[in-house]
């Protein structure tokens, strides 16, 4: 989900190549203990294959970049426009979403080969200066966003096999820390702007996180950190799962016809809780973060707790203040407690459900072309989520950022955080 | 959809008690050309048999107000709490609401004398000085919008028919006149209010209407009326249904799985375009509004034309200050041509999608209790629509009303408006 | 399902015009009690709404008899061909199956009028002579099997009203008596014929028992009479709906999907188990047969028991050596307990679920045109029952009679009989 | 789908574990060109991934013969019992089966692992002459089916990938030749014997062959050969596809909800039908038999061309006094057109559907324990197929030999000979 908007002109175009080999090679890096077989497999039709993903990235370089520079001939396989590229209805005929799993070739070192070639030719054009730095740019966060899809997908094939694989070997055991108790941050009325300036500057930003704007905003307070795995079996406990007054009406539909009564990979065994992680199957953390909540959930917890879930434009006024920035650390795979000052863990454990629908900015513009086929397409019947995970890529993440999923979907890694009116 | 924040407290009983009477002897006059048959059939699961209809705005009397004020023995009939309640998950098991059509018995003749009896006990109550006016009022917003379910379900039943039976005979042909031609109204940006105010005042509201609260509104145009058949021909013509670039992704995926190509109810015969309507199988009317368009296919068209939909704050601000008001007229059954000056058919024609998502304004309160069950739980995947329809009772459109319903809905009465960013 | 292989040659006509007339009559009484919302309305896509039973009989008459003699202007209404056939393909399109109760015109008093007319015409044919006996036969036979279908539909129908409406007032109560004890009937080894003989003589039968063919039968064992409910409620305390080793594979995944527990019908209140009847809700009496079970279910029943289901010519072979005739009495609308000698209740209680499949006999021909298009359609995926039961109507089953449903359908009055190999 | 009754006892072991070899070496050397990936994906519930029959074949010979020899720590892998089990519902728990492609581990290498450790174990067995001689030709005939199921499920999946792979390299291109014209063979009634006879012997049969018992078969003829694709397109030509009077009323309904228009994996390119085969996408051979029909449509076909499908009983008799013999060659891949005399390609082109419901023989057993699940709980809604096809292994077809598919299946390599009664 990127954007043509993307402003980068002040970025020196060799900081740029640096940045682009470092994402391509970091792809592969996250894909390095998967076999052919695990690349491959689509457990549902919202994931895709790992290998789909590596080649999509891939194709996005060639399509936008190599092909319009280079002339169709460039292409390392004429098929693979076909069997690649993905919701870019303006560019021919896709393979049906729900079937990449049966594409079982080209393989995955086909593809790792695929990659290393369209690398080759992007950094020889960086050579001779004939890149465009917008559509670079846009190319690298597109291939951020491929990231955290791919740790989110194959967190959910693993969770299908009775052998509960792990992507990454389990981190040496930390004593979990208590997170900070909750508490509140008020905001008085404000009449300020959200989202992110057109002018020319060198930050990145998607489509839809533009125009900047005004918006008023009425006094409101906002949790200190995000709703832990201890509040949730709280919640749990006290019967949420089964209590339609706490639940939107399509939201306890939804709970009925999918059988909910936990998040999403939770399983009780002999009266403890455990869970799927990208590290295995492991017990549920009480300190941590709850995490793989719908927003229908997410509502219903904080209409349990008398509160709400907070607007994206307060979220991102709030966060625009303070000290906690967008961390530019390697992912860590799994929620961490919360502990410390401030606004906490803005970018790093979960992405954040918002009681705001996803919808244009006032003065939003689709762009022409299959690029902008992008965002705009996709404003309807979604919700917006801020801040970002533990498997966000590095310095993907900002203030801005606009995340959006359907209010069913809980395959993400998505928690919230708990805002009220003051009245 | 009502709400406990019923601000009556001015009106005198007695009008009430008129006002009250009026309302639910009008119920009766829509449904006066119904066969027992026509009155228990359920089209799909949105629409409810008109019977069941009747029989619910009469529950909803003896449930909130005869059976708190006098007792369960009250009732007129102890299975039809069961029967007859919808949503209200708080009192208990309902009768599955895709079923309705199910339920044979009791006939409508019997419906009918549940109603007189109701109606008798309420009077008795009004003699006594024993009402509470804001449930009455609340109940009788409540018939309205049952009065406008009635005239939508009824059509859709009718429409299944091969005999496409009328509700009522066509009135005699008239002219059709042009609609005035498209201008845009321009709007200044503003800082101002929307939604009701919670101030005591004789004025009715449902609780989504409120709290009266800040928005800042950018510039932007409307234009003078809502877009007509002839248009939407137009855009059929352009490949409107067949091309993804106009259409949001969902919306594509639903014309797709449903097989839209023209709107509810439309069916070429002979090259002439024919449609469904209260009056029986008609020819379109090229200078009448457009209707019976999904948000979707609003969205679509609104996109295809270079503009976009007003938001509900646009739409409100805009209707404020119009010198169009809402009418008291009896319903036309039928969407009229637009003509005259100003903002037209605000009110009387189709509802006009807006593209604000239905969610609670800043500061929104759920009530306690069952009628607290209210609009609050509908608040999420469903778009707003402002104005009123050819088939809204009289008295029942104000500025401040929003209706909603899900994107892909097509049986209702409406249309669209469009609006412009001014840049 | 019928055919045109009517055989009835030597039937004098003045005999076969009471004939029909007492079956016309006799449709109408069955429908006395149901009001116009009870006879529209169609519970599932298997079901009709009672009247169209009540206008496709009528139907019938017209299409095959009154059109084809007096033209086309003979219709009561042109509409009702569309209306009112069923699965006649060859003659046009047809009102989708599952929207019966969709058409809520014509009223049930004005079906009634197309009867009248129909009869009238019908019975002036018969004053001068000009009826063809063999189609008059079979419309008499298809309308004795749309009377059995009246009351499976409207059965189904008043289960789903919380108030469990009757068709008929409850019989005064006898004491129920206890069932003969099970014993069997053993049969020798035989080289035989099943099926209706093509010879003229004045039997009725339709297509699908024809020819009169050569089977070879094994020797085999089969009960003096059905399942009872005593019988059945051991099979259920014996596990036998959770146990998977007594099901065919299908029929397990059936149960499974559909969730069931118990036959059809079947609730629990206070430790004591209940069904719905024609006569109302009422306490299930342990000594009648059991009913409103599936093909998968009689055949784990049979399998729990250690026996098997008997083939149909097994069925046929010892019925037709029995003294049990089939019954010309009135349908006592419940299946009642069976005592006494031979093979018992052969016609009189429920459907005998058979083991074998609904294939042609060798031999049997489809007959051209519509009529035709008749029962040899239908012999793929259905399994066949045998004999009759509480609502067939009198006269209207032998021992060739071949009755078929899919092997999930409960809503008919279907049980089964056990038998066994002879080794 | 094996039987306990297999009847070998003849066999000296010493070729018994030749045999044992051999078919274990030809399941790896099927799979051979598979990469992990197209080893591991399933292209819809009714296939399995090839992975998964390779370890599954493996696991029946440790399940039921290594575990009760030498005890539950002889296993490869104890998780292998739960992965790789099928229908064998009374040994606990399996994976759900549309998921097997979600099983990405082991991998395909693993699984070789699997069978060589298997292999291993096995052969010691024989060494000490520990073998169950039924047992291992249980196994070995099972083996036998999977060989088949996996061709036929990688031909389902490469279809779906826009690189149509080949499993082989297309052997070099010959002249088709002509089949022979269609010619009639009648045979005279008989009171005949048709199954497998339970006496000790050298063959092996299935559960559902037995027990062998009289039949009475009626004069009837059966065609030379199997229709070709050329004779199919004539159907097709004919408007078989869009004319429900050849069809059986499920058929139908499936053709319309399928949206078939021809048999399976054809599609039309520039006026020229091509097919999806193991050798890559081809153009249709006209010569060749028709394959990759469904029941409904071979049942149409012999309607439409004034015939109907043999009953099983036929194809038995007609094919014991056959001079063509099943064949012990190699299988083709491809169906090859046929000619010469007598009935022709018995065995070894596509498998012949019948018009026989799948359903148990009289005197059938099942056999107690988890083998004995075998075939009898499949004994509904299926209809036989007799024969062998061009995927069939060597030596694994014979007169008596029942295979069996729902009606609606396509993806065998399923076509049919005509048969006619006389009269």
Known sequence: MLSADAHIINTPS????????????????????????????????????????LAHTSWFFEEFILVPHLGDSIRFDPNFAFLF??????????????????????????????????DGKINTLFKVGAVKSELIALGIAHEEQHQELIHTDILHLFSHSPLKPALQRPSPEINS?????????EFEPELTHI???????DAFSFDCEC?????????????????????????????????PQYWLSDGFATLNSQQWKS????????????????????????NAPVCHVSFYE?????????????????????????????TSLAPTLKPKPQTGDDLLGLYSDVWEWTGSAFLPYPGFQINDGAIGEYNGKFMSGQMVLRG????????????????????????????????KDIV
Not at 90 to 96: D, K, L, N, V
Not at 97 to 107: A, E, H, V
Not at 195 to 201: D, I, L, R, T, V
Request: hydrophobic fraction near 35%; include cysteine; charge should be neutral.
């Open 298 to 326: 997410a509502d219903a917890y904080a209409s349990w707790a008398g509160a709400r879930l907070p607007t994206e434009a307060e979220w991102e006024y709030a966060a625009k203040q303070s000290s906690t920035q967008k």
């Open 388 to 419: 970002g995970s533990c498997v966000t890529s590095p310095n993907h993440s900002r203030a801005s950022y606009r995340n959006f999923f359907h209010p069913d979907k809980r395959w993400q890694f998505s928690g919230l955080r708990l805002a």
């Open 14 to 53: 060799s900081s740029l190549q640096e940045k682009f080999n470092d994402v391509r090679q970091r792809t592969l890096a996250i894909c390095e203990t998967l076999s052919d077989a695990d690349a491959n497999a689509q457990s549902m039709p919202d994931a895709s294959p790992a290998k789909w993903h």
């Open 85 to 118: 590229n993905s919701y870019y209805e303006a560019i021919g005929t896709r393979q049906a979403r729900d079937k990449r799993g049966l594409i079982t070739r080209p393989s995955l070192d086909e593809v790792r080969k695929y990659r290393a070639y369209v």
């Open 195 to 201: 989202g992110m300036s057109a002018e020319p500057n």
């Open 211 to 243: 125009p900047e704007h005004k918006v008023y905003i009425a006094p409101f307070a906002l949790a200190n950190r995000v709703v832990t795995n201890a509040e949730w079996i709280k919640f749990m406990d006290a019967g949420g799962y089964e209590s």
């Open 263 to 286: 998040p999403l990979y939770w399983e009780k065994h002999d009266g403890q809780w455990w869970t799927m992680t990208l590290e295995g199957f492991q017990p549920i953390d009480l």
């Open 177 to 185: 820390q208590s997170p900070s108790p909750l508490t509140w941050k």
